[in-house]
């Protein structure tokens, strides 16, 4: 008898082990409710959870610095954020000045985020440089990435902050609420973003401005952040605010991680983001353009996480 009672013992023991461990809850820091990254998280959240039984919740904050610094302190294991953004945290520059946010690692390059300046369409804007003397969002003290997004965006086209009239804002949805209803000419968004999709349907239409790519506007964009770049942006029917190609400033999105995360909770979560690529683009179209079979992409400043190059190795997708 002794046996069948051990042999039940240690399977209740193995079974308790494995509901502790699948009860398991981690969390992606994320902006509120309207702004890609939510929208990108909870799909992450929904597939993880589906897909490979992974405990996962979304976690509001009030934007990029407030994200960085839970997942830095693990408050939370995950978030996406602006590889520019991730890099001068991990340094303690810009806006994360006098703190080194040590502890945050990349755990993949999600894909390409274009962004723009976008008015509404009857608007007499059309380029950059129109946006000389008009009320230009500003500010940005809860989603202070926006200044270098901003910044940026404006020196492609000659302009600096003195240029414009600035008018404060706390966030991106409090900025797009503000051209609803006129107190703006001009604010920024994700291409993509459902938040654009709710002021064009409010003020019968909006458009996103083109950026000059020439080397000067190249040369101006470095000198903001580091891995900004251009791509071009075709029409498409999620793409509000885009009627032809146009070409936008561009950066990578990238799941960042706390490092103290165990290799195998970040192997698993890579896999199961890039090993349902199908699923994710069914819950947001905007996951179609993940990077599933890209070989990683290094960037200055910050390392990736040991789980998520332990999945890289496997499926050929490293580079020193």
């Not at 981690?26 to 992450?44: D, E, F, R």
């Not at 985020?113 to 804007?125: A, H, N």
């Not at 960037?299 to 499926?315: L, M, N, T, V």
Request: hydrophobic share 45%.
């Amino acid at each position: 008898m002794k046996k069948p009672i051990l042999a039940l013992i240690t399977a209740s023991v193995i079974a308790l082990i494995s509901t502790n461990v699948s009860a398991q809850i981690l969390s992606i820091a994320s902006p509120p409710q309207g702004s890609i990254w939510n929208t990108m998280s909870n799909g992450m959240a929904n597939v993880g959870r589906s897909k490979a039984n992974i405990n996962l919740v979304v976690q509001p904050y009030s934007g990029n610095r407030a994200m960085m610094d839970a997942v830095n302190q693990g408050l939370a294991e995950f978030a996406i954020n602006d590889i520019n953004d991730a890099i001068v945290a991990v340094q303690g520059k810009a806006n994360y000045k006098g703190k080194q946010r040590r502890h945050l690692k990349v755990a993949l390059r999600i894909s390409p985020q274009p962004i723009g300046i976008f008015v509404k369409k009857q608007s007499d804007i059309n380029r950059i440089e129109d946006l000389k003397g008009k009320r230009v969002a500003s500010g940005w003290n809860a989603f202070p990435i926006g200044r270098p997004h901003m910044e940026a965006m404006l020196a492609t086209g000659g302009l600096t902050w003195e240029d414009v009239k600035k008018v404060p804002v706390p966030d991106l949805i409090r900025a797009a609420d503000n051209l609803s209803s006129g107190r703006l000419d001009a604010t920024y968004f994700a291409i993509g973003g459902p938040k654009v999709a709710e002021v064009d349907a409010s003020v019968g239409g909006v458009k996103f401005l083109p950026v000059n790519t020439d080397q000067t506007a190249r040369d101006a964009i470095l000198k903001v952040r580091p891995a900004f770049y251009f791509s071009e942006v075709k029409p498409a029917p999620h793409l509000v605010g885009i009627d032809k190609p146009t070409q936008m400033l561009t950066w990578d999105n990238v799941l960042i991680v706390n490092d103290k995360v165990s290799d195998e909770d970040v192997y698993h979560m890579v896999k199961a983001i890039l090993e349902n690529k199908d699923a994710l683009i069914k819950i947001f179209p905007g996951f179609k353009a993940l990077a599933v079979n890209t070989v990683n992409k290094n960037y200055p400043g910050i390392q990736y996480h040991p789980g998520a190059i332990r999945y890289f190795k496997e499926q050929g997708l490293w580079e020193e």
